[in-house]
C-alpha cells in the first residue's frame, strides 16, 4: 500500500490501471489495497468510465486525500492594480 501512496504523492491522480501498470500489481489488488485506503482516508476514490476509441472502460480514479502539491519554482506573477 506504501508503493500506492508514494506513486499517488509524485504523480498525483491516476487511474487504477495507471497504477497497476507503475507499480507492478495487478488491477484487482491495486483495487482492493485502494478500499482499504480509502477506508482509512488517507485515499479519495471515485468511479470513472472514460470511453477510448469507442470502446467503454469503468476504472477508479485515485488521489491522495488533503494532499496539496507544494508551489511550482519559479517567479509567480505580480497582483494587478488598478491604474487612475
Request: glycine fraction near 8%; hydrophobic fraction near 40%; charge should be positive.
Amino acid at each position: 500500500m506504501q508503493r500506492i501512496l508514494d506513486y499517488l504523492k509524485n504523480h498525483g491522480e491516476r487511474l487504477d490501471s495507471e497504477i497497476a501498470a507503475a507499480t507492478g500489481m495487478t488491477v484487482e489488488n491495486v483495487r482492493v489495497a485502494v478500499s482499504d485506503l480509502s477506508a482509512k482516508g488517507d485515499v479519495m476514490v471515485c468511479r470513472s468510465i472514460r470511453f477510448r476509441d469507442g470502446k467503454h472502460i469503468e476504472a477508479v480514479l485515485c488521489r491522495i486525500a488533503g494532499y496539496i502539491p507544494p508551489a511550482a519554482p519559479g517567479r509567480k506573477p505580480k497582483a494587478q492594480t488598478e491604474k487612475k
